[in-house]
């Protein structure tokens, strides 16, 4: 229940009334800040690809608009033959967009591709505890884990099933083939992506004949497109801009922001914890908050974890805004005038660029000399999974579509994954022990001794709780959903 106390559904200049019995088939162009950088569903951690693929391809399991875990391509919820050893039973009759069957092959098939360390897939840390998969019989097969594994559900819930032939084609990254209630059409690079309801889909049919995926990185001319009608969706609506559209709608979470800050011992500058506290009291988060998001924001709890999120710690608060005392601390460190980078993008997320320039001021404020990197989503993603080259700092929007700590602790905080900027050995101790922890209170101690360890050690500058904002145009009904997802088989059509 506490996901549907989270997510708040708010429509502002409601136009249109829905048809009878649903509205005439029509196309809908979708303006996004940011282009996929593939659209192979288990290679990439990108939120573009997500938007596009989420209408492409599907799950086992999946959620309901408050978060609930319930049967997609499983025929049923999957059960536990022993600690270590989940069966799936896989619906019949479905197929994929180019006529391959779904069977206990091809979901045995996507769980070995995605866990297989040879595929060096960027979504690996949300499968890290998955062993193998292995058919029984034709729609049956068993999912091994290293060890027991009490979020095995919400992992199942997040990967993407792929079909065992089209996905050994060398294009199969730019044209994709899943089994959902759109297939791909085309992809014109810097441009757009086309999709078309799947004639043959297993599931309700979608009212959306066509969806056409437009790049468009200045909120304000997605904000002109959705106005002139060349849009009838757009992503991150500027909070300014909500009075100005025929439709905003918007739900808490779930992303948060936060600037993850190398903490290694080869980092230099940032490897001295007091810089680093330095670093989060300069930010005057609350002024964020105002300023920029008009109050579809609010200071984080000094934590990379969302109330609602198993794990999160309710007695971790915010560091405060105290300018003078991240003065000191840079004086003591020997830090005083000292250079720093930031990177951060420009589009992906809700302001990410303006809450990248801004975090840059108020460190320049104490003394700081700040070079800021505003990079192309795909060299940010380099830059973010760079292990051998990490950035002193880098600005991060970050969603858990899982709900689970273990999601967001083992892509940040666990030593040596892509993700991660600290070599700190408990955490990375405290982390494996809770993946494995089948106790539900003991389990959940240990997210909040590591969400303490990482608040205490200043390994992230914590920022903010960010709501989703979308625009719509008077022809759609939409409601956002707990896990962010952009399903386009949920709109409904208006005369």
Same mark, same amino acid.
């Given at each position: 229940?506490? !996901?549907?106390?989270?997510?708040?559904?708010?429509?502002?200049?409601?136009?249109?009334?829905?048809?009878?019995?649903?509205?005439?088939?029509?196309?809908?162009?979708?303006a996004?800040?940011?282009?996929?950088?593939?659209?192979?569903?288990?290679?990439?951690?990108?939120?573009?690809?997500?938007?596009?693929?989420?209408?492409?391809?599907?799950?086992?399991?999946?959620?309901?608009?408050?978060?609930?875990?319930?049967?997609?391509?499983?025929?049923?919820?999957?059960?536990?033959?022993?600690?270590?050893?989940?069966?799936?039973?896989?619906?019949?009759?479905?197929?994929?967009?180019?006529?391959?069957?779904?069977?206990?092959d091809?979901?045995?098939?996507?769980?070995?591709?995605i866990? %297989?360390?040879?595929?060096?897939?960027?979504?690996?840390?949300?499968?890290?505890?998955?062993?193998?998969?292995?058919?029984?019989?034709?729609?049956? !097969?068993?999912?091994?884990?290293?060890?027991?594994?009490?979020?095995?559900?919400?992992?199942?819930?997040?990967?993407?099933?792929?079909?065992?032939?089209?996905?050994?084609?060398?294009?199969?990254?730019?044209?994709?083939?899943?089994?959902?209630?759109?297939?791909?059409?085309?992809?014109?690079?810097?441009?757009?992506?086309?999709?078309?309801?799947?004639?043959?889909?297993w599931?309700?049919?979608?009212?959306v004949?066509?969806?056409?995926?437009?790049?468009?990185?200045?909120p304000?001319?997605?904000?002109?497109?959705?106005?002139?009608?060349?849009?009838?969706?757009?992503?991150?609506?500027?909070?300014?801009?909500?009075?100005?559209?025929?439709?905003?709608?918007?739900?808490?979470?779930?992303?948060?922001?936060?600037?993850?800050?190398?903490?290694?011992?080869?980092?230099?500058?940032?490897a001295?914890?007091?810089?680093?506290?330095?670093?989060?009291?300069?930010?005057?988060?609350?002024?964020?908050?105002?300023?920029?998001?008009?109050?579809?924001?609010?200071?984080? %709890?000094?934590?990379?974890?969302?109330?609602?999120?198993?794990?999160?710690?309710?007695?971790?608060?915010?560091?405060?805004?105290?300018?003078?005392?991240?003065?000191?601390?840079?004086?003591?460190? *020997?830090a005083?005038?000292?250079?720093?980078?930031?990177?951060?993008?420009?589009?992906?997320?809700?302001?990410?660029?303006?809450?990248?320039?801004?975090?840059?001021?108020?460190?320049?404020?104490?003394?700081?000399?700040?070079?800021?990197?505003?990079?192309?989503?795909?060299?940010?993603?380099?830059?973010?999974?760079?292990?051998?080259?990490?950035?002193?700092?880098?600005?991060? *929007?970050?969603?858990?579509?899982?709900?689970?700590?273990?999601?967001?602790?083992?892509?940040?905080?666990?030593?040596?994954?892509?993700?991660?900027?600290?070599?700190?050995?408990?955490?990375?101790?405290l982390?494996?022990?809770?993946r494995?922890?089948?106790?539900?209170?003991?389990?959940? %101690? !240990?997210?909040?001794?590591?969400?303490?360890?990482?608040?205490?050690?200043?390994?992230?500058?914590?920022?903010?709780?960010?709501?989703?904002?979308?625009?719509?145009?008077?022809? !759609?009904?939409?409601?956002?959903?707990?896990?962010?997802?952009?399903?386009?088989?949920?709109?409904?059509?208006?005369?």
């Open positions: 229940m506490f !996901l549907q106390k989270r997510l708040s559904f708010a429509v502002v200049g409601l136009a249109g009334v829905m048809l009878a019995g649903g509205a005439h088939a029509a196309p809908v162009t979708v996004m800040g940011s282009e996929p950088t593939s659209l192979d569903p288990q290679l990439v951690q990108d939120g573009g690809e997500w938007t596009v693929n989420d209408n492409i391809f599907e799950t086992l399991l999946v959620r309901t608009a408050d978060g609930h875990l319930q049967t997609g391509l499983a025929a049923e919820m999957p059960k536990q033959v022993n600690p270590t050893t989940w069966r799936v039973k896989v619906r019949p009759g479905i197929k994929f967009a180019d006529g391959e069957p779904l069977n206990a091809a979901v045995a098939y996507s769980v070995n591709r866990v %297989d360390p040879n595929f060096k897939s960027r979504q690996l840390p949300f499968f890290s505890t998955i062993a193998k998969a292995e058919k029984v019989d034709d729609l049956t !097969l068993d999912v091994t884990t290293k060890g027991p594994d009490p979020a095995v559900l919400t992992r199942l819930y997040y990967l993407k099933i792929v079909p065992p032939q089209a996905s050994q084609a060398t294009d199969f990254a730019s044209k994709p083939v899943g089994t959902g209630p759109y297939r791909f059409v085309e992809w014109t690079k810097g441009q757009k992506i086309v999709l078309e309801r799947n004639p043959d889909y599931g309700p049919k979608p009212e004949e066509r969806i056409t995926f437009r790049f468009i990185k200045e304000g001319t997605r904000l002109s497109g959705l106005k002139a009608g060349e849009f009838d969706f757009i992503h991150n609506l500027l909070p300014e801009f909500v009075k100005d559209v025929p439709q905003a709608v918007n739900t808490t979470g779930p992303l948060l922001t936060m600037i993850e800050v190398d903490s290694r011992k080869t980092a230099g500058l940032t001295d914890v007091r810089v680093r506290k330095a670093l989060n009291l300069a930010v005057d988060k609350t002024a964020l908050a105002q300023s920029l998001f008009e109050g579809f924001a609010s200071v984080a %709890d000094g934590q990379i974890l969302e109330p609602g999120w198993f794990g999160y710690n309710p007695n971790i608060k915010a560091y405060p805004y105290d300018p003078e005392a991240a003065r000191k601390l840079l004086k003591e460190a *020997g005083e005038g000292a250079t720093i980078d930031i990177y951060g993008s420009n589009g992906r997320w809700l302001k990410d660029r303006e809450i990248t320039e801004a975090v840059a001021g108020f460190w320049e404020a104490i003394g700081l000399k700040v070079n800021v990197h505003i990079v192309e989503f795909s060299e940010y993603l380099d830059r973010l999974n760079d292990q051998k080259a990490r950035p002193q700092t880098i600005f991060i *929007g970050h969603s858990n579509q899982l709900f689970d700590a273990d999601r967001t602790d083992s892509a940040y905080l666990e030593p040596g994954r892509s993700g991660a900027s600290n070599d700190n050995g408990e955490i990375g101790e982390i494996k022990t809770a494995a922890e089948t106790d539900v209170g003991k389990r959940e %101690d !240990l997210y909040r001794r590591i969400g303490q360890i990482a608040h205490d050690d200043a390994l992230f500058v914590f920022l903010l709780y960010q709501k989703d904002i979308f625009g719509l145009s008077k022809s !759609l009904r939409w409601q956002p959903r707990a896990d962010g997802k952009v399903l386009i088989k949920d709109v409904s059509l208006a005369k």
